[in-house]
């Protein structure tokens, strides 16, 4: 099993690479002369920036998810957090009337009774919850192909980690997702300025 240094070093490595990435960009806009160029470059790295901030944030994610499952914590000694993912499948159960969860699959045709022996199951189970190992499912990091500040504040709040941090950066989170829409989808009208790519690259390191 990998140590928490070992992970540590492993997403360093991955920002590095990412950071190389971009300041090559930012190099060939200090050294080009010509404005049309500018444009182009900038608009080039405001794509490679929010590229490598979604590619960043989903791999680091990934790779905590990774790290917490390989430690087969039981759910007793684990963060809330980290049960309540753990256990999504038995709650989208709980709360779905036509589901036929193993568990429950023999009951009566009864909606009401239905939920309630379900409810009964889940807290007779509970004990047996208690010692199953922790294991975050792997559709829980989601991007949704655009990392918003909402998303990632939700990805980061669903695996237990401290989503306050977005907010300082959340407007500058966005604006980038704005322009780099209005670029991927062809608006050749879009030339972010010197200033608005400085905030973008300064809000996703």
Avoid at 55 to 75: D, R
Avoid at 178 to 195: F, M, Q, T, W, Y
């Amino acid at each position: 099993m990998r140590s928490p240094e070992d992970i540590f070093e492993e997403l360093e490595q991955d920002r590095a690479s990412r950071e190389s990435e971009i300041r090559l960009i930012e190099n060939f806009i200090s050294q080009s002369k010509a404005e049309p160029e500018k444009i182009m470059l900038r608009r080039s790295l405001v794509l490679l920036t929010y590229a490598h901030l979604e590619g960043f944030c989903k791999f680091s994610m990934m790779a905590y998810a990774g790290a917490v499952n390989a430690i087969k914590l039981p759910c007793r000694e684990a963060a809330t957090p980290l049960v309540a993912l753990t256990l999504s499948r038995v709650f989208a159960a709980l709360r779905d009337i036509n589901s036929k969860h193993p568990e429950f699959a023999k009951l009566i045709d009864d909606r009401d009774l239905h939920q309630i022996a379900r409810e009964r199951a889940f807290i007779d189970g509970n004990e047996r919850i208690s010692t199953q190992n922790v294991e975050i499912p792997d559709h829980v990091v989601d991007t949704k192909s655009n990392l918003s500040s909402l998303v990632l504040k939700r990805n980061l709040y669903q695996l237990g980690l401290q989503y306050p941090v977005v907010k300082k950066h959340g407007s500058t989170i966005d604006r980038l997702l704005g322009v780099r829409n209005a670029i991927a989808h062809g608006d050749k009208l879009k030339e972010p300025k010197d200033s608005d790519v400085r905030d973008y690259l300064s809000a996703a390191f």
